[in-house]
């Protein structure tokens, strides 16, 4: 069995604690992209997990997991998370599989990211863990990946050619002190050494567990708007967190994937800038925010919160091919009296029409005004809740009225943040 879970808004849906259920039916879990810009939760038993690299089903003992080619890696962030893992019992030795093809995030990534958000006109509110920094660096062909720091050749010549350009520019143009070669040089050394355990091609790994049939879930981080691509360009990302981009940042061949879980909030939040059409105001963000405690799991920001917005999730529920829903939060909406669903916007310009089929795109994204469909709410607690028949008949009314409006089965109900806290429906 072959499944995908991506999300389906601009992250934070509640992926890890869908993982976390899923990853007991699966041998391998997969990360494929991103970076430690993710911040997966898992509760269990009132103690609360938090990954940002490491994939969110190894709390499961036996099952492997992967960190594949197109995730970027923060050795430090890395080998914290094995460390705490430890200290809470949790061997990860033998079973954390990481890609020597993924790239390194080094000191001046992160300080680049910074400098760069203080310093533009319009900040984009990175996680400043040096993501786009980082994929830039790939892609110019200059990046420093985990491989290269078992050569030490390869790794002085690279991190040498790095400092050279990246130090003047520091200097230069940011009035920044440049950063060390021996210094880095030496903590990544040490870095190496720690992680050579778990260094392997995770290619060939997958490729051989797909051969023997093995079940392997793809664990995708951030969420379709953030995708580099197709998100609400230029506040996105720097990774293509759609489903699409399994192939490439893990390097198996195409195949047949049995299912596409689609990830989303009963209704919608977004950390950092950008537009946002049906954003709440700031007095109603504050108390749906209080209420589904909706601060970054990464950086501790407060999340923006809104309504549901049915024509970003369709167009997100395309591009993903997704097969199925699991609807997280809906506990969070309990006691309002009216709920709305964004169907459609207004989106009126002098400009070409053409533009409307690239409505994602941020200039024009925040032209938009949404049109809402309203329905009634419900007052009962969610939470004790485990039958999809038991929950209050306008709670059932509203993911009825999604399925329909989004023309694909929702399967998984979530009321809490605890494992059991979770609605199954065939
Ligand atoms: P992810 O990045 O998609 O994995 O999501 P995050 O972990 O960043 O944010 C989701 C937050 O919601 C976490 O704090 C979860 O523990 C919590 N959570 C998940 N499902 C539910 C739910 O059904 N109800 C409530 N109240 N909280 C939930
Ligand atoms: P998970 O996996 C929510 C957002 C940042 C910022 C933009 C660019 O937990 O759902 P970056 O540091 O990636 O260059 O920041 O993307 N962002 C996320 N928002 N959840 C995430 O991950 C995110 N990862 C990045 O807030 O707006
Ligand atoms: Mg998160």
Not at 241 to 269: E, H, M, N, Q, R
């Amino acid at each position: 069995m072959i499944k995908v879970i991506v999300g389906l808004q601009w992250g934070d849906e509640g992926k890890g604690k869908i993982i976390d259920l899923m990853a007991q039916d699966s041998d391998y879990i997969v990360r494929f992209q991103g970076g430690n810009n993710a911040g997966h939760t898992v509760v269990v038993n009132d103690k609360e997990f938090v990954f940002h690299l490491i994939p969110s089903g190894i709390l499961h003992s036996e099952k492997t997991c992967v960190i594949a080619n197109g995730v970027v890696v923060d050795p430090v962030v890395l080998l914290e998370e094995i460390s705490t893992l430890k200290k809470e019992g949790i061997d990860v030795g033998g079973r954390l599989k990481i890609s020597g093809f993924c790239h390194l995030i080094m000191p001046y990534h992160k300080i680049m990211d910074r400098i760069r958000e203080k310093k533009r006109m319009h900040r984009l509110g990175t996680t400043g863990k040096g993501i786009g920094p980082c994929y830039a660096d790939k892609v110019a062909r200059c990046g420093i990946r985990i491989i290269d720091l078992f050569d030490n050749s390869i790794f002085k010549e690279k991190l040498r050619d790095n400092l050279k350009e990246k130090n003047a520019i520091f200097k230069k143009v940011y009035g920044y002190h440049g950063f060390s070669f021996n210094k880095i040089y030496n903590q990544y050394k040490e870095y190496a050494h720690n992680l050579l355990p778990y260094i392997c091609n995770t290619s060939i790994l997958l490729r051989e567990a797909i051969k023997s049939r093995k079940s392997i879930l793809f664990e995708g981080a951030q969420g379709t708007f953030l995708d580099i691509d197709f998100g609400t360009y230029p506040y996105v990302t720097s990774s293509s967190t759609i489903a699409g981009s399994i192939y490439t940042g893990t390097g198996i061949k195409p195949l047949k994937i049995d299912k596409i879980i689609g990830v989303i909030k009963a209704y919608t939040t977004r950390v950092g800038e950008g537009p946002f059409p049906t954003e709440f105001s700031s007095s109603f963000s504050e108390i749906i925010r209080q209420r589904g405690n909706e601060f970054g799991a990464t950086t501790g920001r407060p999340r923006r919160c809104g309504w549901l917005d049915a024509v970003m999730l369709k167009a997100a529920i395309d591009i993903n091919d997704v097969s199925e829903m699991a609807v997280m939060k809906l506990d969070v909406l309990e006691g309002l009296r009216k709920i709305r669903i964004c169907k459609g916007y207004k989106y009126k310009n002098k400009l070409l029409k053409k533009l409307e089929d690239f409505i994602f795109d941020a200039y024009i994204f925040r032209r938009v005004k949404p049109i809402y469909e309203e329905m009634d709410g419900w007052s009962e607690s969610l939470a004790d809740i485990r039958d999809f028949k038991k929950l209050p008949l306008n709670a059932r009314k509203y993911l009825r009225r999604l399925e329909e409006i989004l023309s694909v089965p929702i399967s998984i109900v979530s009321v809490g943040s605890q494992r059991q806290q979770t609605i199954y429906i065939n």
